[in-house]
């Protein structure tokens, strides 16, 4: 069974830092792998999704990488602002061939950027 | 532009009762899903769908039941509502590998708490 796993659970840092959140899973057999950002009360925003094949992806001041081996991946935040606090929340999804077709969710980093 | 709609918004039942939670999408996704949030749980599947008249079980399809008659909307019962059913309840979409081999992300809604007393 896929198990999903995100280091910290929890993060507070200053304005202006760079930060990496780190999230890894115990199947390497995946298709691809998602990051979301969660506002309280509110849905799940899509940030970045990277392909089994692609080793990393970027949008704007983001930038994940999979390293699909080891089973890790990391999402890497320039310029802090504490307009980027929420949850950061990591899913990867199976490749076909057995087993349910969805999402397996890390349970996420709560992050707080500090004005 | 909606994407993907979540009604309602907020709900409260009683034990025992039953009701739909609603989910629909304008973006021509032929797959969709349902997952539940609950605290220190994170998301699990409930079912999902990959086209029109096909459902299948995800993690924890105990207490619930799907149909997919059109591609636009995937709804979600509750036959009889129970305590341990209480959560916030997400749906989501995306092209299948037919519809794009470069990527499928997941668009969610912004989902449905509800409260089972």
């Known amino acids: 069974k896929q198990e999903v796993t995100q280091i910290p659970a929890a993060l507070s840092v200053p304005e202006g830092e760079n930060l990496v959140l780190n999230c890894s899973f115990t199947d390497s057999a995946i298709y691809n792998l998602q990051w979301f950002r969660q506002d309280p009360g509110k849905g799940l925003t899509s940030l970045l999704l990277i392909q089994s094949s692609q080793r990393e992806q970027t949008s704007g001041r983001l930038n994940a990488s999979l390293d699909k081996s080891s089973g890790r991946s990391t999402l890497y935040i320039a310029a802090s602002q504490p307009g980027d606090s929420a949850t950061y929340l990591c899913a990867v999804r199976r490749r076909e061939g057995g087993g349910a077709d969805g999402l397996t969710f890390g349970k996420g980093t709560h992050l707080i950027i500090q004005p | 532009n909606a994407g993907v709609t979540q009604t309602p918004k907020f709900q409260v039942l009683k034990t025992g009762q039953s009701m739909t939670l609603q989910c629909a999408q304008d973006?021509?996704?032929?797959?969709m899903s349902w997952y539940r949030q609950d605290p220190g749980m994170g998301l699990r599947l409930i079912h999902y769908s990959v086209g029109a008249g096909i459902t299948d079980q995800g993690e924890v399809p105990n207490g619930y039941n799907v149909s997919r008659s059109t591609t636009e909307d995937f709804p979600l019962r509750l036959l009889s509502a129970a305590p341990s059913q209480t959560s916030v309840y997400f749906c989501?979409?995306?092209?299948?590998?037919?519809?794009?081999?470069?990527?499928?992300?997941?668009?969610f809604g912004d989902g449905t708490r509800l409260s089972i007393l």
């Open positions: 973006m021509n996704h032929e797959y």
């Open positions: 989501a979409s995306s092209r299948t590998f037919r519809q794009d081999r470069l990527g499928q992300p997941q668009h």
